[in-house]
RNA sequence: GCACCCAUAGCUCAACUGGAUAGAGCAUCGGUCUACGGAACCGAAGGUUGAAGGUUCGAAUCCUUCUGGGUGUACCA
């Protein structure tokens, strides 16, 4: 991934701010290390390298100055960390650091500070999640479907990943502001029309038009891919041609076209609102490719008199991201290409829309950076787009063009949108829900099977369940994985309910507020007046503190834009309930004070487990 | 041809952005406990991080070359 600044350099996305536990370590080692290095100026630097230890046995934190303090000073790493450590002021925080290896320094915070943390997190709505202290508006693009067909699973990622992104940034006191870059005016829109003058089905355009257009374009596209398998040039293609004439005439303002137009649009947008609704997704605007068109003859208009594009080929381009718009043979192989504003035939391209859609946003929301979620194939379309905007004076944003990789097949081949075996969204959220169901009445049977009280729910409750656990399977599986990578399409993967997976979280979430009920406790008491904590078992120090660390997995999600993170802390999080309910009894702790200071982590983790999933877009279930 | 992305255990994926012995989940094998919710826990086995060089205290991570896959590449979006 990368970031464009206003100076149009390339550089790597901002870094983790640290969790609020790693300011305090860094502000305790900042006047030792100041006073060891030789250049004042990498004292930053060396501060930075204090972050969470890799291994457990080496503590909760370690530092990794040593070294390269030592390098510069000329002296040996251990001896370096030493002198540091002996010359740390004193604190009850932490344990006396221990020296390792070529000079880490080791650090575990003790007992008492961790106690005492996180009771205070008890208290604490947003569960120590920073605000912003300098918040910042975003414009986050995400979702853009073509209108004209329906959602499969390759729309997935970027609704999921981008509100994720929303959710997430939001949290940390952000602006954000989504906007559905709808796809309702391109050559899709050519196909239906030309579909439907020549190919529809009367009758059931009349019993359902959403239908009816989905296989009208899906038709036409299967006879394109024919004159493909010819070998012949799809430019060629008369029935494209034929398609793209119709496009021509709707974007000419023909009135038989613009009519039919019309009359699709709201059956398009039909067929998208029940999977939004369903995916608990809402996206403040949807300014599609229509919205723009009747900007775009100005906006060449504006970049020509700029002098940023100029007529090529008859065509009227703007440069590579070099500034160079090759024209010899030789640079054609060399370089990348120009992008084509308008077409020879005077048709406008994305590239058009894309560049009306930045300066209406920046018009409209003057956002500090803006971002594009959206597949890794279109990387070269925005390197040159975001290089030729800086250029045009719309430089005061960040563009950053969040990619992700492709879903791809059991045979690991990409889903094709043409292809035959896509997957409609629709449909694997029905069965995703099925399973969930399935799978939660064969516990319930199991239970019964072994003698356990059994809630029984009722029939709402368990739609709720099953829709629950469907959709959030779904969405988990997309956002566990770091998105810079293909990923192989696996339902039975997603629905699974053991391993990093939706449902092993909102069933640990579940348990959590099954105690609370077993043992008819009112849990408002330990989010007002929270008990003394007591960590008697390795276990019970091990869960505070991943329950201290849901701050630094947010901050770290929303620095790199990459929601993997937070369901990776969420993971840890539930390994290290489980450990804690094994080793740990709550209800029937030995003395009262364990059994609140218990209760009150219990508390914690099922109140962190729902907001971490709520940031995901995943919602939880009180009983399943 | 050129450009971008990727390659880690049998499979699917991590690795806190250069840190200590590369970790999980499936699958395989073995074990624990009448179980505050067993959708559990513990352990074993499984690796020359695609290959070869280089950079340095230290490399899965950074640089070069190569191999193998994906994607894009002047009038689709």
Same mark, same amino acid.
């Given at each position: 991934?990368?970031?464009?600044?206003?100076?149009?350099?390339?550089?790597?996305?901002?870094?983790?701010?640290?969790?609020?536990?790693?300011?305090?370590?860094? =502000?305790? %080692?900042?006047? !030792?290390?100041?006073?060891?290095?030789?250049?004042?100026?990498?004292?930053?630097?060396?501060?930075?390298?204090?972050?969470?230890?890799?291994?457990?046995?080496?503590?909760?934190?370690?530092?990794?100055?040593?070294?390269?303090?030592?390098?510069?000073?000329?002296?040996?790493?251990?001896?370096?960390?030493?002198?540091? $450590?002996?010359?740390?002021?004193?604190?009850?925080?932490?344990?006396?650091?221990?020296?390792?290896?070529?000079?880490?320094?080791?650090?575990?915070? =003790?007992?008492?500070?961790?106690?005492?943390?996180?009771?205070?997190?008890?208290?604490?709505?947003?569960?120590?999640?920073?605000?912003?202290?300098?918040?910042?508006?975003?414009?986050?693009?995400?979702?853009?479907?073509?209108?004209?067909?329906?959602?499969?699973?390759?729309?997935?990622?970027?609704?999921?990943?981008?509100?994720?992104?929303?959710?997430?940034?939001?949290?940390?006191?952000?602006?954000?502001?989504?906007?559905?870059?709808?796809?309702?005016?391109?050559?899709?829109?050519?196909?239906?029309?030309?579909?439907?003058?020549?190919?529809?089905?009367?009758?059931?355009?009349?019993?359902?038009?959403?239908?009816?257009?989905?296989?009208?374009?899906?038709?036409?596209?299967?006879?394109?891919?024919? !004159?493909?398998?010819?070998?012949?040039?799809?430019?060629?293609?008369?029935?494209?041609?034929?398609?793209?004439?119709?496009?021509?005439?709707?974007?000419?303002?023909?009135?038989?076209?613009?009519? @039919?137009?019309?009359? %699709?649009?709201?059956?398009? @947008?039909?067929?998208?609102?029940?999977?939004?609704?369903?995916?608990?997704?809402?996206?403040?605007?949807?300014?599609?490719?229509?919205?723009?068109? #009747?900007?775009?003859?100005?906006?060449?208009?504006?970049?020509?008199?700029?002098?940023?594009?100029?007529?090529?080929?008859?065509?009227?381009?703007?440069?590579?991201?070099?500034?160079?718009?090759?024209?010899?043979?030789?640079?054609?192989?060399?370089?990348? #290409?120009?992008?084509?504003?308008?077409?020879?035939?005077?048709?406008?391209?994305?590239?058009?829309?894309?560049?009306? =859609?930045?300066?209406?946003?920046?018009?409209?929301?003057?956002?500090?950076?803006?971002?594009?979620?959206?597949?890794?194939?279109?990387?070269?379309?925005?390197?040159?787009?975001?290089?030729?905007?800086?250029?045009?004076?719309?430089?005061?944003?960040?563009?950053?063009?969040?990619?992700?990789?492709?879903?791809?097949?059991?045979?690991?081949?990409?889903?094709?949108?043409?292809?035959?075996?896509?997957?409609?969204?629709?449909?694997?959220?029905?069965?995703?829900?099925?399973?969930? @169901?399935?799978?939660?009445?064969?516990?319930?049977?199991?239970?019964?099977?072994?003698?356990?009280?059994?809630?029984?729910?009722?029939?709402?409750?368990?739609?709720?369940?099953?829709?629950?656990?469907?959709?959030?399977?779904?969405?988990?599986?997309?956002?566990?994985?770091?998105?810079?990578?293909?990923?192989?399409?696996?339902?039975?993967?997603?629905? !699974?309910?053991?391993?990093?997976?939706?449902?092993?979280?909102?069933?640990?979430?579940?348990?959590?507020?099954?105690?609370?009920?077993?043992?008819?406790?009112?849990?408002?008491?330990?989010?007002?007046?929270? #008990?003394?904590?007591?960590?008697?078992?390795?276990?019970?120090? !091990?869960?505070?503190?991943?329950?201290?660390?849901?701050?630094?997995?947010?901050?770290?999600?929303?620095?790199?834009?990459?929601?993997?993170?937070?369901?990776?802390?969420?993971?840890?999080?539930?390994?290290? =309930?489980?450990?804690?309910?094994?080793?740990?009894?709550?209800?029937?702790?030995?003395?009262?004070?364990?059994?609140?200071?218990?209760?009150?982590?219990?508390?914690?983790?099922?109140?962190?487990?729902?907001?971490?999933?709520?940031?995901?877009?995943?919602? $939880?279930?009180?009983?399943?």
């Amino acid at each position: 991934m990368f970031v464009y600044r206003a100076n149009g350099r390339r550089e790597p996305a901002g870094r983790c701010p640290g969790h609020p536990h790693q300011p305090h370590l860094r =502000t305790l %080692f900042a006047p !030792a290390v100041a006073a060891a290095a030789p250049d004042p100026a990498k004292v930053p630097d060396y501060l930075a390298a204090v972050k969470p230890a890799g291994n457990p046995e080496h503590g909760d934190y370690q530092a990794n100055f040593a070294m390269a303090l030592a390098k510069a000073a000329g002296k040996k790493p251990p001896e370096v960390a030493k002198e540091i $450590v002996a010359a740390l002021p004193a604190t009850a925080d932490i344990e006396p650091p221990t020296v390792a290896g070529p000079g880490f320094i080791n650090l575990k915070f =003790t007992s008492a500070f961790l106690a005492r943390a996180v009771r205070d997190l008890a208290t604490d709505e947003r569960l120590g999640l920073p605000l912003a202290a300098a918040p910042r508006t975003y414009v986050i693009d995400l979702s853009g479907p073509n209108v004209a067909k329906p959602l499969h699973v390759g729309h997935l990622r970027s609704t999921i990943i981008g509100d994720a992104l929303v959710r997430i940034l939001r949290a940390l006191g952000h602006t954000v502001v989504g906007d559905n870059h709808l796809g309702d005016w391109g050559l899709q829109f050519g196909i239906l029309i030309y579909g439907y003058k020549h190919f529809r089905d009367e009758a059931a355009f009349q019993a359902d038009p959403v239908r009816e257009l989905a296989r009208l374009y899906v038709y036409i596209n299967k006879q394109f891919k024919k !004159a493909d398998d010819d070998d012949e040039a799809p430019t060629d293609d008369p029935l494209k041609k034929a398609c793209q004439e119709e496009t021509a005439k709707l974007h000419a303002g023909d009135p038989e076209n613009l009519a @039919l137009w019309k009359q %699709f649009m709201p059956a398009c @947008l039909e067929m998208l609102r029940p999977i939004y609704e369903r995916l608990d997704v809402k996206i403040d605007h949807a300014l599609g490719e229509s919205f723009y068109n #009747p900007m775009l003859p100005g906006i060449v208009e504006d970049m020509q008199a700029k002098g940023i594009a100029f007529e090529s080929k008859g065509a009227v381009v703007i440069p590579n991201a070099k500034g160079i718009v090759p024209r010899t043979e030789e640079e054609m192989k060399k370089e990348e #290409p120009p992008a084509i504003l308008r077409k020879r035939d005077g048709a406008f391209t994305y590239t058009t829309t894309d560049l009306a =859609t930045i300066r209406h946003r920046a018009d409209t929301w003057q956002p500090d950076a803006m971002l594009y979620v959206v597949g890794a194939p279109q990387a070269l379309h925005f390197k040159t787009l975001f290089a030729q905007a800086s250029r045009w004076g719309y430089d005061r944003a960040d563009y950053v063009h969040v990619q992700f990789g492709s879903m791809l097949g059991a045979d690991r081949k990409p889903f094709g949108a043409r292809k035959g075996g896509v997957v409609e969204l629709m449909d694997l959220l029905d069965d995703a829900a099925k399973l969930g @169901l399935e799978k939660y009445e064969a516990s319930v049977a199991d239970r019964r099977e072994n003698g356990h009280k059994v809630y029984e729910a009722t029939d709402a409750e368990k739609r709720e369940i099953a829709e629950v656990v469907g959709v959030g399977a779904v969405k988990y599986a997309d956002l566990s994985q770091s998105r810079t990578t293909d990923y192989v399409f696996d339902l039975d993967k997603m629905t !699974a309910t053991v391993g990093n997976t939706a449902t092993y979280m909102q069933y640990a979430y579940a348990r959590c507020r099954s105690i609370f009920r077993e043992g008819d406790i009112d849990d408002a008491r330990f989010r007002t007046a929270p #008990p003394a904590v007591v960590l008697a078992e390795p276990a019970e120090r !091990a869960l505070v503190l991943q329950l201290l660390r849901f701050p630094e997995a947010v901050e770290a999600a929303a620095a790199d834009y990459l929601p993997h993170l937070v369901t990776g802390y969420l993971w840890d999080l539930a390994k290290a =309930t489980s450990v804690f309910y094994e080793k740990c009894h709550v209800l029937k702790a030995p003395t009262p004070e364990l059994r609140d200071s218990r209760l009150l982590l219990v508390d914690l983790v099922g109140r962190t487990i729902r907001r971490a999933l709520g940031l995901l877009g995943i919602r $939880v279930v009180e009983r399943m």
